[in-house]
């Protein structure tokens, strides 16, 4: 068990070391632009052209291929930015704080969509574009801590502090998470209860929801695709005096 | 392990149940004051003045919509299944309001069990269906 551990935590430390990371992440980007591509576009299309109309809301429900899965990933990205957090502050490894780094403006990019396609929606089905409920409230929060991470890593110029300030920040932020989860069940509120839940089947029909997690899919994907080409750029602007950059970027010995 | 970074996870771990700590006596003490809207039964036992906005919430009892024939003008009953309020309201609906549907109305109460709503905001529920599915289902009932 302890040596499955230890082999996992090395491959991991050689993988995300900047001159390794940068080769074999080249090799996997064009790869992984076309599946993004290819699955992102099949479940928004699907959603958005094939999928039945709502018997209540009519054609208006389709923003939800949009707005779940922009939802889901506002919160998970933070979760994953919890995880490097911890072993950017534990192990201190470099890249998890980069990751961390890089990881923060999609999930502020994801949260702000989330709540603007919340938005769109709301007025037509809701008859307002806002209202304070917790579930709204909460996700706002999400993007002020969002905000507040991206906001406090520029203001720090020694990199590898800035990345241990915000592994903390985004540790402690976490708490929100599972408000923003179970706000529609502990309060009552204009926000309607999860679709989607573990414990029981979900309370739409399969031909709806199956372009559903085809769209949840592709917004990881892009998730996992934008994070790649952040990351890239960070780890170059960072080593950029380093001679593995010149070499691999330029093919030139410095 | 490294007791140094043994020593760092016991102080994540410490902060990280701080703060979880700190959110969950916030949410204790602010609890009830995080509801969007009263429950007609809430506002039942609620000695509130007639010039204070509040929300009241729940479900349009089924045939107690009247329209007013000349004017905007609408009453509905509200229900939380235990206790009723009525709404009056003049003025635009959202599309999704209908009867056996929840509505969050915003307004003044004003005497008991009448409520003077300035806004109406319809609630929809997580259902989703085709309306071929909806139809079937009401057939079945």
């Known amino acids: 068990m302890n040596k499955m551990w230890n082999y996992i935590k090395d491959w991991f430390i050689e993988m995300g070391s900047p001159p390794l990371f940068f080769k074999w992440s080249s090799k996997i980007l064009p790869w992984l632009m076309l599946v993004t591509f290819v699955v992102f576009i099949l479940g928004l299309a699907w959603g958005l052209f094939y999928s039945p109309t709502d018997y209540k809301q009519g054609d208006v429900y389709r923003i939800i291929y949009i707005h779940v899965p922009s939802a889901i990933l506002g919160q998970s990205i933070f979760m994953f930015m919890a995880v490097c957090g911890f072993i950017t502050m534990v192990w201190r490894v470099k890249i998890s704080g980069m990751l961390l780094k890089s990881a923060a403006p999609i999930g502020a990019s994801f949260t702000l969509l989330a709540l603007l396609t919340g938005s769109i929606w709301g007025k037509p089905t809701w008859g307002t574009w806002w209202v304070w409920d917790a579930r709204l409230t909460s996700t706002l929060i999400l993007f002020f801590i969002y905000a507040a991470i991206i906001g406090l890593h520029s203001s720090i110029d020694n990199k590898s502090r800035a990345d241990r300030a915000i592994s903390i920040l985004s540790i402690v932020g976490i708490a929100i998470i599972p408000i923003i989860k179970k706000s529609v069940d502990w309060w009552q509120t204009l926000h309607q209860p999860s679709t989607f839940t573990l414990t029981s089947a979900p309370s739409m029909t399969p031909d709806m929801y199956q372009p559903l997690l085809v769209c949840v899919l592709g917004f990881y994907l892009v998730f996992a695709l934008l994070l790649t080409m952040n990351l890239r750029a960070e780890v170059v602007a960072r080593e950029k005096n380093r001679s593995w950059v010149s070499k691999q970027l330029l093919n030139v010995d410095k | ?141």
Not at chain 2, 25 to 52: E, G, H, M, R, W
Not at chain 2, 78 to 107: M, R
């Open chain 2, 1 to 141: 392990m490294n007791p140094i970074r043994k020593q760092r996870i016991y102080a994540l771990i410490a902060i990280l149940a701080g703060s979880i700590l700190a959110v969950g006596l916030v949410i204790s003490a602010l609890s009830k004051n995080l509801n969007l809207f009263y429950s007609p039964t809430d506002l039942l036992n609620n000695n509130l003045s007639s010039d204070t906005l509040i929300r009241a919430g729940g479900m349009v009892r089924e045939g107690s919509i009247k329209r007013s024939s000349d004017s905007l003008s609408i009453a509905f009953t509200v229900t939380d299944f235990k206790n009723d309020l009525l709404i009056n309201y003049s003025g635009i609906l959202p599309d999704l309001f209908s009867e056996k549907a929840g509505v969050v109305v915003q307004g003044y109460l004003e005497s008991e069990g009448t409520f003077r709503a300035v806004e109406v905001l319809a609630k929809h529920d997580e259902n989703y269906m085709p309306p071929e599915v909806a139809k079937l289902l009401e057939e079945d009932e």
